[in-house]
């Protein structure tokens, strides 16, 4: 039973590039969340997903930070015109969703903005 | 979500029980406290998690207080790959929220 999959592991991008991120939930699971780690700091929730819907973004930057998480494929975080403040590692959590609470996490994307 | 306190930092020496404590003096009636922890820069991985009885896995024993103000997380025969930091987090059960993650306690495994 694979667990959750995050590509790529490691992402470099350029001062105004775009920078997508893919999680793939563990089977079964229908709830995704993201969370970020800046350098030397602790994970800060961003957003959670339901498939097709986002039920939280209390987390997620004003602007230029997106997620979806569509009917078919993976959960998508999208950081437009990245700036070197966006660097950090970003985890994806899944969760069955049906009164099992755990989350389990994926190995993460570190991105870095150079 | 209550907040709760946990030392900064721990040693434990290898093959001995490691014992973590967290206080979470506010928690409210319907909270449970979950465990996780984050070796060196891996994704966070889930321990146990327990509402007031004690609880136990393959990984760890939860104690949790009467009052349930405070618990412990044991690790009963640390070793080396147990180094990692450990999260003390309160939170709700029958939702599907947030974790949020305070500082963590780092916890070194000596040889």
């Known amino acids: 039973n694979a667990g959750v999959m995050q590509n790529p592991r490691h992402l470099v991008r350029r001062r105004g590039q775009e920078a997508r991120l893919r999680c793939s939930p563990m089977k079964g699971h229908s709830h995704v969340y993201w969370y970020r780690q800046l350098p030397e700091e602790g994970l800060k929730f961003m957003v959670y997903l339901q498939k097709e819907n986002i039920i939280d973004e209390s987390g997620m930057p004003k602007e230029r930070f997106s997620a979806e998480f569509p009917k078919e494929g993976p959960s998508i975080l999208r950081i437009q015109q990245v700036v070197r403040g966006d660097s950090a590692a970003y985890f994806c959590?899944?969760?069955?969703?049906?009164?099992?609470?755990?989350?389990?996490f994926g190995p993460g994307t570190r991105l870095t903005v150079t | 979500d209550a907040k709760t306190t946990q030392p900064t930092s721990m040693d434990c020496a290898e093959g001995r029980a490691a014992n973590l404590p967290c206080n979470h003096s506010t928690i409210s009636g319907n909270e449970y406290v979950y465990w996780y922890r984050q070796i060196h820069s891996q994704g966070p991985q889930y321990i146990i998690h327990?509402?007031?009885n004690n609880e136990t896995n393959e990984m760890a024993s939860l104690i949790i207080t009467e009052d349930r103000k405070s618990s412990t997380l044991i690790l009963p025969h640390a070793t080396l790959r147990d180094t990692a930091v450990y999260y003390c987090i309160v939170r709700e059960n029958f939702g599907n929220e947030k974790l949020t993650f305070g500082t963590g306690t780092r916890l070194t495994i000596i040889p």
């Open positions: 327990g509402l007031k």
């Open positions: 959590a899944s969760s069955p969703g049906q009164g099992v609470s755990e989350q389990y």
